[in-house]
C-alpha cells in the first residue's frame, strides 16, 4: 500500500476518529466503551502493520480475528441484561446522525479502487449504495429529532433499510477478498482491510453503524409497545 496517497489514510483516520467519538457522545460519554474501543484499535493496528494479516497463507483463519470479536459482542449485547441497560441508554438522535460518517467511508472506498485496493463493486459506482445512509442521516435527524414530525413506523423503515444496506456490503467485500470464500473480483481484490488504518473498517466501523441501527430498532420497537 506504499503507492497510496496519504490523503487516503488520513481521510480515513479521521473517520473512525469521528466515528468513535460520536458513538462515545451516544454512550454518554462512557469511559468503558472508550477504553474497550481504544483497546481493540490498538490490537488491530498492533496485527496489521506487523503484517500478520498480510502474510496469513491462502485459507488462513487469521482474519476472523478482526470479524468475530465485535460479532460476538454485539450478540452479548442482546443476550444479556446488562447488554440491554447500554443499549437503552444509548441516546438515539446520535446514533441517527452517527451515520453520517458513511459519507467519507463511500469517498475512501473509492479513492481506493482507483488505486485498485478495492473492486469497483465495493463503491458506489458498483454494488455499493451506503452512501444513500449518509447523505438522507442529517434529513431523517432534523425530521426526526429537529422538527419531530418523523412517524416512529418511517424511522423503523429507514433503519432497516440502511442496517440492509451496510450488511449487503459486508457480505460483498467478504466475497470479494483473496480468500478461500472469494466469489468475485479476482482481477481487483478486496487486498485494502488487510492493512491499516484500513482494517478498523470491518473491525470498528461496520461493527458500529450495525450496533447503532439495532440499538435504535430496539428503543424504536420497545416505545411501540408502550
Excluded at 131 to 145: C, E, K, M, N, R
Excluded at 171 to 195: C, D
Aim: glycine content about 4%; overall charge positive.
Amino acid at each position: 500500500m506504499e503507492s497510496l496517497p496519504n490523503y487516503v489514510s488520513i481521510t480515513f483516520g479521521v473517520t473512525v476518529l469521528l466515528a468513535v467519538m460520536l458513538f462515545y457522545r451516544a454512550t454518554g460519554r462512557s469511559n468503558r466503551f472508550l477504553a474497550v474501543i481504544v483497546v481493540w484499535i490498538v490490537a488491530q493496528a498492533i496485527l496489521s502493520l506487523s503484517g500478520f494479516y498480510t502474510a496469513a497463507p491462502a485459507g488462513s483463519p487469521r482474519f476472523g480475528l478482526v470479524i468475530l470479536p465485535p460479532l460476538l459482542t454485539v450478540i452479548t449485547l442482546f443476550a444479556t441484561k446488562a447488554g440491554h441497560r447500554f443499549l437503552d441508554r444509548l441516546d438515539r438522535p446520535t446514533l441517527t446522525i452517527f451515520h453520517s460518517i458513511r459519507i467519507l467511508v463511500e469517498l475512501v472506498l473509492f479513492w481506493l479502487f482507483l488505486h485498485r485496493a478495492v473492486p469497483q463493486l465495493m463503491t458506489f459506482e458498483g454494488r455499493n449504495f451506503d452512501i444513500l445512509s449518509g447523505l438522507t442521516a442529517p434529513i431523517v435527524y432534523y425530521f426526526a429529532f429537529v422538527r419531530k414530525s418523523m412517524s416512529r413506523t418511517a424511522l423503523i423503515g429507514w433503519n432497516v433499510i440502511c442496517l440492509g444496506l451496510v450488511i449487503f456490503i459486508a457480505v460483498n467485500g467478504l466475497l470479494s477478498a483473496p480468500t478461500p470464500l472469494q466469489q468475485f473480483a479476482f482481477e481487483q481484490p478486496n487486498i485494502a482491510l488487510q492493512y491499516f488504518p484500513f482494517v478498523l473498517l470491518p473491525a470498528v466501523l461496520v461493527p458500529l453503524v450495525i450496533l447503532a441501527h439495532l440499538a435504535s430498532l430496539r428503543q424504536l420497537q420497545a416505545n411501540q409497545r408502550h
